[in-house]
């Protein structure tokens, strides 16, 4: 928290002029001195900075403020960001209020692992840009494609070339480990390294600020996966990133609406045709934090999926992530375009004035949620009705309290032929709990956690994450019936149980090492970013269930009884946790413990969203943790527990693989590497 006192100050150190004038034109008119405004096209100045009164505002779109608000509205910065920034030219120490030195000391660490992740991010993209001129196959594909070189520069499109050692040219010490964590190389088991992406059409991935975070590529001969993605870093999350935000900004500005497409060519594609404010989730399902960035940058969001089955179904999923965030100020839409096309195709084909017309015949998010509801059940008899009601419950009850909200349950009402009065009572009656955002826990691997595909030449069946093989760094395909992890016996309970029993092992307990020789199928190197614990979707998500399962409640409590297990908690572990089903609020705990410096409940509760999963999880288990007594090795306990995970994990993946035949090479290697990992695990005593 960042003293009112503070910002006082330094506004009346900085002066909105200097800081303005970085980026806007400005010449003297009167006692202000006028500009183009930066936040909306114009062609005559409206946009005036006043150095007496230490604002600026338009009046042409009505953007107003103080030099701290222009920052933040101008570059995507946060709040926090824009001070320091202005403190920094100001000569000015942000103070750090009721921050330890550890937590100092952890901000300071993590911001320098940030920068060494931007800094060999940033050598890569000048190495693929010049990969690129020097490339007449990837030049052709971009022609073919309809792009030119201004839209490719606009982008920052690049060519991976073909050598597996190509970033060894840029990085002289390719055994650096900072190479492997942001995404850029791979380490086989056996120790040697090789360039992740290879004869790919790089696409650079930036954050609202315009920093660099990760890259996706797109092969363009034969192979697969078709489209590669970043591996999940202390910088990416594809869970809360948008492709092509930062290059529509000012677009977006401009129309008043967001476009949401499915991949990168749709919005590279839409954008070389003067359709310059669409974006792209990366290869996964819309998620709520998602729907939330798009709302910052406008008030108008359009989905536009396929026509098809796998177009509505994520479609669905995209409605979903959005009722939680709901207000009468703003408004969500839905656009099928026919099933034959995706919106680079059909723009190419049919032209941008063709597609603004289909922009225009959008289906609101209110319809959309009847429609879809009523598809679903017999509206024409009263068994059919009710059960729509009844799955309808749910989902109004995510929508915050609202004017829309009650719209929607009148019109609701009528489709189910009940007066606005019986509505109101039969949901008084039994309340039903709001839905959670899906997840993918009981997901077909088909429809898991991902959009639905384009149908166009991009891709085969999709940009779900079977279209989208982002190199096995996603879980989706958790069957409906979970495995058991057991009971621990001596394991801890989040009520402070202790009991001695049946979890002893009979064999030797080897050390746990933080970053183990088992690579799984994940590269996924922890997340440690400001994640603040909402476990709305993804894999392992708590997804609103009426009790929390026991193994979930054992791991949480076992690392707030003994939160120095943190401390000591490496990649691997957090990759075992999150291939546990709902384990991902116990990962949430780990990765808001190690962002935030926060150890004791107190501490975590704070740091954490107030209205989060993680919150309300914690407030129930703060009195438990306080009475539980210590155990005698909590390392052991935990080190025993994350073995059982990964082995019933690796049995599951087993199964699975052994049922597809083992028909390919790859899954034959696979299912030979888990069955030696089972090996080492049943000699530590696990069976």
Sequence with gaps: ???????????????????????????????????????????????????????????????????????????????????????????????????????????????????????????????????????????????????????????????????????????????????????????????????????????????????????????????????????????????????????????????????????????????????????????????????????????????????????????????????????????????????????????????????????????????????ELASRHNMNEAEGRASCLHEAKPLLAAIPECALRVQIEREMAKLVQLTPEEMSQILAQQPAKPFAPPGAAKASAGEAGAPSGHSGSDQDGGHSDMGYDFAGHDFHDIPAEEPDFGDYGHFPSAGGDAAAGSGQRSGGKPEWKSKGDWKGKSDWKGGKGNWKGRRDNDVGGFEGRRTMPSLAKRLLGLVLAHPELVDSMGDQQLEVIDHGPHLGLVRDLIMLAQSSGARHVGALLEAAEPDSDLATVLKGLRADILSQEDLPDPQTEWDDALRRIEFDSAKLEMAKLAATGLSTEEARKRYLELSSRLAVLKGAGIR
């Excluded at 792009?147 to 597996?164: M, N, Q």
């Excluded at 850029?184 to 790089?202: A, N, P, T």
């Excluded at 192979?223 to 990416?236: A, C, I, M, R, V």
């Excluded at 290869?283 to 910052?296: C, M, N, S, Y």
Aim: with cysteine; glycine share 10%.
């Design 1 to 371: 928290m960042i003293p009112e006192s503070f910002i006082q100050d330094l506004l009346a150190r900085v002066d909105v002029v200097d800081v303005v004038g970085r980026y806007v034109q400005l010449r003297k008119g009167g006692a202000n001195l006028l500009g183009l405004c930066p936040f909306h096209n114009e062609k005559s100045p409206s946009f005036t900075v006043s150095p007496t009164k230490q604002f600026y505002h338009c009046f042409g779109c009505g953007a107003h403020g103080s030099a701290i608000t222009f920052l933040m509205e101008h570059t995507g910065t946060s709040f926090p960001e824009a001070v320091r920034t202005l403190a920094a030219s100001a000569g000015m120490t942000v103070p750090e209020e009721n921050r330890s030195p550890r937590q100092q000391q952890e901000t300071a660490r993590r911001k320098a692992e940030e920068s060494r992740h931007t800094q060999v991010l940033d050598a890569a993209q000048a190495h693929y840009l010049k990969q690129l001129r020097a490339s007449p196959a990837a030049i052709r594909y971009l022609k073919q494609r309809g792009l030119t070189g201004e839209i490719a520069a606009h982008f920052g499109l690049g060519w991976s070339g073909t050598d597996r050692h190509g970033l060894a040219q840029v990085f002289p010490n390719y055994d650096d480990p900072t190479l492997v964590e942001s995404g850029l190389v791979i380490e086989s088991e056996d120790g040697r390294r090789y360039d992740r992406f290879r004869e790919r059409v790089m696409f650079p991935i930036r954050n609202a600020r315009g920093s660099l975070i990760g890259f996706g590529g797109r092969i363009i001969g034969k192979g697969e996966p078709k489209y590669l993605n970043s591996p999940e870093t202390p910088l990416f999350s594809k869970g809360h990133e948008l492709y092509g935000l930062w290059e529509a900004r000012q677009a977006i500005r401009q129309e008043g609406q967001v476009i949401v497409v499915e991949g990168y060519m749709d919005v590279v594609g839409l954008a070389q045709q003067g359709i310059a404010n669409a974006v792209a989730t990366l290869g996964t399902a819309t998620t709520p934090d998602h729907v939330k960035k798009l709302l910052r940058a406008s008030d108008k969001v359009i989905f536009s999926f396929d026509g098809d089955g796998a177009g509505r179904r994520a479609a669905w999923r995209a409605l979903q992530a959005c009722l939680p965030v709901l207000r009468d100020d703003i408004a969500i839409r839905f656009l099928f375009l026919p099933s034959e096309h995706d919106p680079d195709s059909y723009v190419r084909e049919l032209g941008a004035e063709a597609f603004r017309a289909c922009l225009g015949d959008a289906v609101a998010l209110s319809r959309f949620l009847l429609d």
